[in-house]
């Protein structure tokens, strides 16, 4: 699959062969399709360990002692650590790729938005955490409404940072997370 997201990367999904994923992984073409069937399923293997490596940053998130501000705050770290690091301007392109590819075939986004394990674990991660001093936690409706905030502005925080666009700090996001707190406050 690293194979796959480094070549889909450089080259995009139409253009990405299985014979050079293949020759990057040290594989067969036919070891390819015996496992992934097509390359539709490989992208969407791919796709789905992107969306794992996500998930389990978010259960490690899940101490239920830590306030919402906490875990804010941690998911900015992730943020920042995802964004600065080595491959990072790789795995952002195979993410906008796959995604692209998603929106031409209708198939295709249905079977990954069926992999919601991730918007459940960050509804889950949001739900029941301590908002102020009052002791008021947050419900499922308000960590529902927060949450594609949350996401938006990770994934648009990573681009950002990917890209060279901005210098970001680690402090800068997390700043910014939390000021999403007034949407449910």
Do not use: C, N
């Not at 986004?109 to 889950?124: G, K, S, W």
Request: proline share 2%; net charge negative; hydrophobic share 50%.
């Amino acid at each position: 699959m690293d194979a796959a997201v480094a070549e889909i990367a450089a080259k995009g999904y139409q253009a990405a062969r299985l014979e050079d994923i293949a020759a990057r992984a040290d594989l067969t073409t036919g070891a390819i399709y015996s496992i992934f069937g097509s390359k539709r399923g490989l992208l969407l293997a791919a796709s789905r360990r992107v969306i794992e490596e996500q998930v389990e940053a978010v259960a490690a998130l899940a101490d239920p002692e830590l306030s919402l501000t906490g875990i804010l705050d941690g998911l900015a770290g992730f943020t920042h650590r995802i964004a600065t690091a080595e491959l990072s301007g790789m795995q952002v392109a195979f993410q906008l790729e796959a995604l692209a590819v998603a929106f031409r075939e209708p198939e295709l986004m249905a079977a990954i938005t069926q992999a919601q394990d991730l918007t459940e674990a960050m509804t889950d991660l949001l739900t029941g955490r301590r908002i102020d001093a009052s002791g008021a936690t947050t419900t499922a409706e308000q960590a529902e409404r927060l949450r594609p905030a949350v996401e938006s502005l990770m994934s648009g925080m990573s681009q950002q940072v990917a890209l060279g666009v901005a210098e970001v700090s680690v402090e800068y996001i997390a700043e910014s997370m939390r000021a999403l707190i007034a949407l449910i406050v």
